[in-house]
């Protein structure tokens, strides 16, 4: 690899993969190996100057596209005097693990729960402090624009196999002699949970059966996109047909989890962060817990009633984790399913979010149908997405029919009316408003969100 070309894609060919918190793109229409040997050595030469780092630490999911574009990445890097750790074939939350634990920025190649054609990176600072938009991404793509000439000191690579540790981690967040001998279904989609997740449950007392464990990144069983109702049924039928008490879904690069209750209901993220933040009150009083603004409403009453304190903040990791080194918070979670926790270096980790809930319904004794009722007190539409010419005039209009409401501008629009509140934020990407509304039952939900729609299409 050593003779590999820099890209000479334009600018705005980069432009088009650089997302608001990662790098994604169609391979190799939009992202090739060129492509990664410019923005890896773009990487080396930001986290070099950002911080002083003289080594990155690599990770790849499963697709078949990430030998060749990490080989690259990897080029990019070495060029540029810095050495690298490959841990090879790793779930997203390894690669936060590893480079806390080897106190190195990172770089994760995967495109999560996109269709297998497609691939990306997840950067990170040193112990896996966050690189977004508005954090060095943007930065990093400008560098790759304009790549260095080559010559001075050659970094040098070496492998490193952090599945173990990574492991014992994940198991430290529970207390083993408080689980009960539950059974549990994981569809890791033949993604990297297939990797990650029988390693975590090994030694545990949990009955634990892995669905679509093989790692194929052509996925040919159904898409690593855990949120999508199609995409949790083989879940549902295999928690129904063995009797399990509880089912996850991850998604491909198997950060993110959804879970199932034992009827094959799922649980949303902001219902799985109120019982994880329930379970981490009792262990740490009167911590600060952070909650983005489109959780529900259950999620800042149920961290008050428990005695803590409660943060809320922008959509995004990056906002998470900033809101989280500023306030010291233990765990933070979002509706999309992501969820942070103090110790594991502010990054987020599904299968710690999984440990803590198996560790409440453990204690429970009772099935998650029922523990899961206390934390259901309202009904919530779901991101609904519609398509408008201008998103600030439309969004204006919205603010100024509920003028008398109480509103703010954290993140996009929201608007609290008391007993039913929303927040329309626009896509960084696409000519789209995202709608997010929570009513006290389905029918006010309903009615409410038929409201605001006619509202944003002027009618």
């Not at 950060?255 to 962060?273: A, I, Q």
């Not at 998103?391 to 008398?404: I, K, N």
Request: glycine share 10%; charged share 25%; aromatic share 6%.
């Amino acid at each position: 690899m050593s003779d590999l070309p820099i890209s000479d894609r334009s600018d705005s060919d980069l432009t088009a993969v650089f997302k608001a918190y990662d790098i994604r793109g169609l391979v190799p229409e939009q992202l090739d190996a060129r492509d990664c040997a410019a923005i890896g050595a773009a990487f080396a030469r930001f986290v070099e100057s950002d911080d002083g780092s003289g080594t990155v630490v690599i990770g790849r999911d499963m697709r078949p596209s990430g030998i060749e574009l990490v080989a690259a990445f990897t080029e990019g890097v070495l060029g540029q005097g810095l050495d690298v750790i490959d841990i090879g074939l790793a779930s997203t939350d390894m690669l936060y693990f590893a480079s806390g634990e080897l106190d190195a920025p990172g770089a994760m190649f995967t495109a999560s729960h996109n269709p297998a054609g497609y691939n990306g990176i997840k950067l990170c600072r040193r112990s896996a402090g966050p690189i977004g938009q508005e954090s060095g991404l943007m930065a990093i793509r400008d560098l790759a624009a304009d790549p260095p000439a080559p010559g001075g000191r050659r970094g040098e690579r070496r492998e490193d196999e952090l599945l173990g540790r990574f492991a014992d981690h994940v198991r430290s967040f529970v207390d083993r002699d408080r689980l009960a001998p539950l059974k549990v279904v994981a569809d890791t989609a033949n993604g990297m949970g297939g990797l990650v997740a029988p390693a975590v449950f090994d030694g545990l007392p949990f009955d634990a059966e892995i669905l679509f464990g093989e790692l194929d990144g052509t996925f040919p069983n159904h898409p690593a996109d855990p949120i999508q109702p199609e995409n949790q049924r083989d879940l549902q039928a295999r928690v129904l047909e063995t009797g399990a008490d509880l089912g996850l879904a991850f998604d491909g690069d198997a950060d993110r989890v959804f879970l199932v209750d034992e009827t094959g209901e799922l649980l949303s993220g902001s219902l799985t962060t109120a019982i994880v933040a329930k379970g981490i009150l009792a262990r740490e009083p009167e911590a600060t817990i952070i909650h983005n603004l489109i959780c529900s409403k259950t999620v800042p009453e149920v961290i008050t009633e428990n005695g803590g304190t409660a943060v809320r903040t922008r959509v995004g990791h990056s906002f998470i984790k900033q809101e989280m080194a500023e306030t010291g918070a233990v765990f933070g979670g979002e509706h999309s399913g992501h969820y942070y926790f103090r110790d594991n270096f502010r990054a987020d980790s599904g299968l710690i979010a999984a440990l803590v809930v198996l560790e409440q319904l453990s204690e429970a004794g009772v099935p998650l149908s029922e523990l899961r009722k206390p934390f259901e007190r309202y009904t919530a539409s779901g991101e609904l997405n519609t398509t408008v010419h201008d998103q600030q005039a439309v969004v204006e209009r919205v603010a100024a029919e509920f003028a008398g409401a109480d509103q703010d501008r954290l993140d996009g629009l929201t608007v609290d009316l008391g007993d039913w509140w929303f927040n329309l934020r626009a896509s960084n990407t696409e000519p789209l408003l995202r709608l997010n509304l929570e009513a006290a039952d389905p029918a006010a939900c309903q009615r409410h969100v038929s409201e605001v729609q006619a509202l944003m299409q002027g009618d």
